[in-house]
C-alpha cells in the first residue's frame, strides 16, 4: 500500500511513477487526494463538534452547580444543543469511518510505486539483462522438450493426471517424484547453509492474509477459493511467510530475519489461456521453496542483493546456464518496487525461461499487513522492507535439468549435486 503522506504531498511524483507501469492512474490519485481532503475536513468538523458539546455539558454542569432549576429555559437550551452536538459528532465520526473505508478500498487497488533506479520500459521485451552464467549445452543431437523426455523416461504422466483433476495438473512416478523431492531437500539444505530459518506455514490463508502480500483485491480470479470458508489455496509460500508478523512490533535486534518455505503453491492461470500449454512450465500445482525477508529500510537494496545471490547460487550448483534480468517499471510485478528475473535456458525452445523473481517490495506490504519494528531509540515504530524471491521453483528447475541434462540414448545425466540424494548419477528408464 503507499503512503498516503507521500501521495498527498508528491501528487505528480507517484502519478509519473505509476504511470511508468503502463497505466494512467492520475484519475484514481485525484480521487484520493479529493477524498483524503474530504475525511480531513471532516475530522476537524468533528473535532469542532466533540469540543462544543463538551463545552456545553460543562456549562450546564456550572449552572446546576449554581442552584439553578434544571428545568430552566437556559438550562434546557443548553441540554437540547449538548444533545445536538453530540449527535452532529456521531454523524460526522461515521462519515469519518465511510471514507477511511473508501480511501483504504482505493489505495489497496494501486500498485506499488516503482523506485528511481528501476529502468523504464513498457513491457518485459524493454527489461535489462544485468549478467548471464553459464553456457548453453552444445549437442550434436536434435534436443527433445522436457515433457516428451520426462514422458519416455517414465518420469511423469499428464494423461493419468488430467483424468483425476483437470488439464496443467501431473502424477509424477518412480524416479520422476524421487528427482522432485531430491531439488525440494537440496534447495532446503542450500538455503539452511545460507542462514535462513525454515518455514512450514499453512496451505489454506484467510483474505487478509492475500490482501496483506496484495494478491487481493486485485488477483482474486487468480487464485482457488474454498466456498465455505474464508480460506484460499496459497498461489505461493510468499504469502503466509510475509503475513507470518502480521499485526505485530519487531526489535531492531530482530532484524534481518531471512525465512525459507518449502509449500504446494496453486494458481488459477486465469490470464495464460493458451500459454505453456505444455510440460512442467505453467501447472494448476506446483511446488516452489521460497526465500522471504524482513529487514529496516535502510538495509533493504543490499539484502535485495543478497536474495538474488542466494538464488542464482542454486542454479550455479546445479551447473544450470542462466541470465539475470533487471525488470523494467512495465513488467513489475504489482507489489514489487524493484525486481530481478532468474532466467534458465531451455534448449529446445533456444530461449532463457524465468525460473526465480527476487522482489524488494519496500514498505508496500508491510503497510498491507501492519508489519513494524521498534526504532532504535525505541521512542516509535517504522514499517519494515519486506522481500521475496523463487528459491526455486521446483518444476521450472525439474524442466532445465532434463533438457540441458540431456542424452542421445534418450537418457538424463543427473547434476552433481543432486546425485547423493538419488544415489545414482543418471536417469535411463522407467522404475516402479
Same mark, same amino acid.
Request: with cysteine; aromatic share 8%.
Given at each position: 500500500?503507499?503512503?498516503?503522506?507521500?501521495?498527498?504531498?508528491?501528487?505528480?511524483? %507517484?502519478?509519473?511513477?505509476?504511470?511508468?507501469?503502463?497505466?494512467?492512474?492520475?484519475?484514481?490519485?485525484?480521487?484520493?487526494?479529493?477524498?483524503?481532503?474530504?475525511?480531513?475536513?471532516?475530522?476537524?468538523?468533528?473535532?469542532? $463538534?466533540?469540543?462544543?458539546?463538551?463545552?456545553?455539558?460543562?456549562?450546564?454542569?456550572?449552572?446546576? !452547580?449554581?442552584?439553578?432549576? @434544571?428545568?430552566? @429555559? #437556559?438550562?434546557?437550551?443548553?441540554?437540547?444543543?449538548?444533545?445536538?452536538?453530540?449527535?452532529?459528532?456521531? *454523524?460526522?465520526?461515521?462519515?469519518?469511518?465511510?471514507?477511511?473505508? $473508501?480511501?483504504?478500498?482505493?489505495?489497496?487497488?494501486?500498485?506499488?510505486?516503482?523506485?528511481?533506479? %528501476?529502468?523504464?520500459?513498457?513491457?518485459?521485451?524493454?527489461?535489462?539483462? &544485468?549478467?548471464?552464467?553459464?553456457?548453453?549445452?552444445?549437442?550434436?543431437?536434435? @534436443?527433445?522438450?522436457?515433457?516428451?523426455?520426462? #514422458?519416455?523416461?517414465?518420469?511423469?504422466?499428464?494423461?493419468?493426471?488430467? !483424468?483425476?483433476?483437470?488439464?496443467?495438473?501431473?502424477?509424477?512416478?518412480?524416479?520422476? &517424484?524421487?528427482?522432485?523431492?531430491?531439488?525440494?531437500?537440496?534447495?532446503?539444505?542450500?538455503?539452511?547453509?545460507?542462514?535462513?530459518?525454515?518455514?512450514?506455514?499453512?496451505?489454506?490463508?484467510?483474505?487478509?492474509?492475500?490482501?496483506?502480500?496484495?494478491?487481493? +483485491?486485485?488477483?482474486? #480470479?487468480?487464485?482457488?477459493? =474454498?466456498?465455505?470458508?474464508?480460506?484460499?489455496?496459497?498461489?505461493?509460500?510468499?504469502? +503466509?511467510?510475509?503475513?507470518?508478523?502480521?499485526?505485530?512490533?519487531?526489535?531492531?535486534?530482530?532484524?534481518?530475519?531471512?525465512?525459507?518455505?518449502?509449500?504446494? =503453491?496453486?494458481?488459477?492461470?486465469?490470464?495464460?489461456?493458451?500459454?505453456?500449454?505444455?510440460?512442467?512450465?505453467?501447472?494448476?500445482?506446483?511446488?516452489?521453496?521460497?526465500?522471504?525477508?524482513?529487514?529496516?529500510?535502510?538495509?533493504?537494496?543490499?539484502?535485495?542483493?543478497?536474495?538474488? $545471490?542466494?538464488?542464482?547460487?542454486?542454479?550455479?550448483?546445479?551447473?544450470?546456464?542462466?541470465?539475470?534480468?533487471?525488470?523494467?517499471?512495465?513488467?513489475?510485478?504489482?507489489?514489487? $518496487?524493484?525486481?530481478?528475473?532468474?532466467?534458465?535456458?531451455?534448449?529446445?525452445?533456444?530461449?532463457?525461461?524465468?525460473?526465480?523473481?527476487?522482489?524488494? =517490495?519496500?514498505?508496500?506490504? *508491510?503497510?498491507? &499487513?501492519?508489519?513494524?519494528?521498534?526504532?532504535?531509540?525505541?521512542?516509535?515504530?517504522?514499517?519494515?522492507?519486506?522481500?521475496?524471491?523463487?528459491?526455486?521453483?521446483?518444476?521450472?528447475?525439474?524442466?532445465?535439468?532434463?533438457?540441458?541434462?540431456?542424452?542421445?540414448?534418450?537418457?538424463?545425466?543427473?547434476?552433481?549435486?543432486?546425485?547423493?540424494?538419488?544415489?545414482?548419477? !543418471?536417469?535411463?528408464? +522407467?522404475?516402479?
Amino acid at each position: 500500500m503507499l503512503d498516503l503522506k507521500v501521495l498527498r504531498e508528491h501528487p505528480d511524483e %507517484v502519478i509519473m511513477g505509476l504511470d511508468s507501469r503502463n497505466g494512467d492512474f492520475g484519475p484514481a490519485i485525484r480521487q484520493l487526494i479529493g477524498l483524503d481532503g474530504l475525511r480531513r475536513q471532516v475530522r476537524s468538523d468533528y473535532e469542532q $463538534a466533540q469540543a462544543h458539546g463538551n463545552q456545553t455539558g460543562k456549562l450546564v454542569g456550572e449552572k446546576l !452547580r449554581t442552584g439553578i432549576n @434544571p428545568s430552566d @429555559p #437556559e438550562v434546557l437550551a443548553l441540554k437540547q444543543a449538548g444533545v445536538e452536538l453530540r449527535a452532529q459528532a456521531a *454523524a460526522l465520526q461515521e462519515r469519518e469511518r465511510e471514507l477511511d473505508t $473508501a480511501i483504504q478500498q482505493l489505495l489497496l487497488t494501486l500498485p506499488n510505486l516503482p523506485k528511481p533506479v %528501476v529502468p523504464i520500459g513498457k513491457d518485459e521485451t524493454q527489461n535489462l539483462e &544485468a549478467r548471464r552464467w553459464g553456457i548453453p549445452p552444445i549437442f550434436d543431437f536434435a @534436443p527433445l522438450a522436457h515433457w516428451d523426455i520426462g #514422458e519416455r523416461l517414465g518420469l511423469f504422466n499428464f494423461a493419468r493426471a488430467t !483424468r483425476l483433476a483437470q488439464a496443467r495438473f501431473v502424477a509424477l512416478v518412480g524416479d520422476g &517424484a524421487a528427482l522432485e523431492w531430491a531439488l525440494i531437500n537440496f534447495m532446503r539444505d542450500r538455503h539452511r547453509a545460507r542462514g535462513y530459518i525454515e518455514i512450514l506455514p499453512p496451505y489454506l490463508v484467510n483474505s487478509d492474509a492475500l490482501t496483506g502480500t496484495g494478491q487481493l +483485491p486485485k488477483f482474486a #480470479e487468480d487464485s482457488f477459493r =474454498c466456498r465455505d470458508d474464508d480460506l484460499w489455496l496459497i498461489p505461493t509460500a510468499e504469502v +503466509p511467510v510475509t503475513n507470518l508478523y502480521r499485526d505485530e512490533i519487531l526489535s531492531t535486534a530482530e532484524l534481518p530475519i531471512n525465512h525459507y518455505a518449502f509449500t504446494p =503453491c496453486f494458481r488459477r492461470e486465469a490470464g495464460s489461456y493458451g500459454k505453456d500449454t505444455r510440460g512442467l512450465i505453467r501447472l494448476h500445482q506446483f511446488h516452489k521453496v521460497e526465500m522471504v525477508k524482513f529487514c529496516r529500510p535502510q538495509d533493504s537494496e543490499m539484502e535485495h542483493q543478497k536474495l538474488v $545471490a542466494d538464488a542464482e547460487d542454486l542454479l550455479q550448483q546445479l551447473e544450470l546456464p542462466y541470465r539475470v534480468l533487471e525488470l523494467c517499471t512495465g513488467d513489475l510485478g504489482f507489489a514489487a $518496487a524493484r525486481c530481478y528475473d532468474l532466467e534458465v535456458w531451455f534448449p529446445s525452445q533456444e530461449r532463457y525461461r524465468e525460473i526465480s523473481s527476487c522482489s524488494n =517490495c519496500g514498505d508496500f506490504q *508491510a503497510r498491507r &499487513a501492519n508489519l513494524r519494528f521498534k526504532t532504535p531509540d525505541k521512542k516509535g515504530t517504522e514499517y519494515l522492507h519486506t522481500l521475496n524471491g523463487s528459491g526455486l521453483a521446483v518444476g521450472r528447475t525439474y524442466a532445465a535439468i532434463l533438457e540441458n541434462y540431456q542424452n542421445a540414448d534418450g537418457s538424463v545425466t543427473l547434476p552433481t549435486v543432486l546425485r547423493p540424494y538419488l544415489s545414482k548419477d !543418471r536417469l535411463s528408464g +522407467p522404475v516402479g
